[in-house]
Antibody, heavy 118, light 110 residues
């Protein structure tokens, strides 16, 4: 059974940093791309960042480019999101999602909540 | 990166069919056959319903179908059931290893 468990969320002041983690199990982690998708309270889904199986391809939404860094450790079956210079508008539930057979998200975690506020 | 355009809400009675549109540009929806659709019930994580425009993952009822014409993709749900009431999001590849979602459509089953 595929499981994705996010951690690292919390309350942080504007301008500070936070690192999210996603522990994956139930599939061959290094065979698949992985993504972060966020959802602000009461709002829609927003793709944040994605990374290919071997970290050779990485993409970011314009809203986070230059502030967020995605990475993965295939030996630890883990995905990460380093978030710097956080803003109030980054407040959201952050989902870890497994890339499917092509460019889609076939499994999702339950999310970790990030709140940026002074 | 602009959000794809979806209607804010659609509705239908049990047994009827509804179609949700997702309009982008030639740089996303129109340029790639990589449109996917997600169902999200309140308080739950999204669920993949359609990928690669019209393919259905295992376990998704064949009442759900997808299509694309030009820069607009569509999700059709036939034989509406009460449990189909949810938010639906389209997503498209937009090149350079980036993706974008639509704003979401709330489906109400009357």
């Amino acid at each position: 059974e595929v499981q994705l468990v996010e951690s690292g969320g919390g309350l942080v002041q504007p301008g500070r940093s936070l690192r999210l983690s996603c522990a994956a199990s139930g599939f061959t982690f290094d065979d698949y791309a992985m993504h972060w998708v966020r959802q602000a309270p009461g709002k829609g889904l927003e793709w944040v960042s994605g990374i290919s199986w071997n970290s050779g391809s990485i993409g970011y939404a314009d809203s986070v480019k230059g502030r967020f860094t995605i990475s993965r450790d295939n030996a630890k079956n883990s995905l990460y999101l380093q978030m710097n210079s956080l803003r109030a508008e980054d407040t959201a539930l952050y989902y870890c999602a497994k890339g499917g057979s092509s460019t889609n998200f076939d499994y999702w975690g339950q999310g970790t909540l990030v709140t940026v506020s002074s | 990166q602009s959000a794809l355009t979806q209607p804010r809400s659609v509705s239908g009675s049990p047994g009827q069919s509804v179609t949700i549109s997702c309009t982008g540009t030639s740089s996303d929806v129109g340029g790639y056959n990589y449109v996917s659709w997600y169902q999200q019930h309140p308080g739950k994580a999204p669920k993949l319903m359609i990928y690669d425009v019209s393919k259905r993952p295992s376990g998704v009822p064949d009442r759900f179908s997808g299509s694309k014409s030009g820069n607009t993709a569509s999700l059709t749900i036939s034989g509406l059931q009460a449990e189909d009431e949810a938010d639906y999001y389209c997503c498209s590849y937009a090149g350079s290893y980036t993706l974008g979602f639509g704003g979401g459509t709330k489906l109400t089953v009357l």
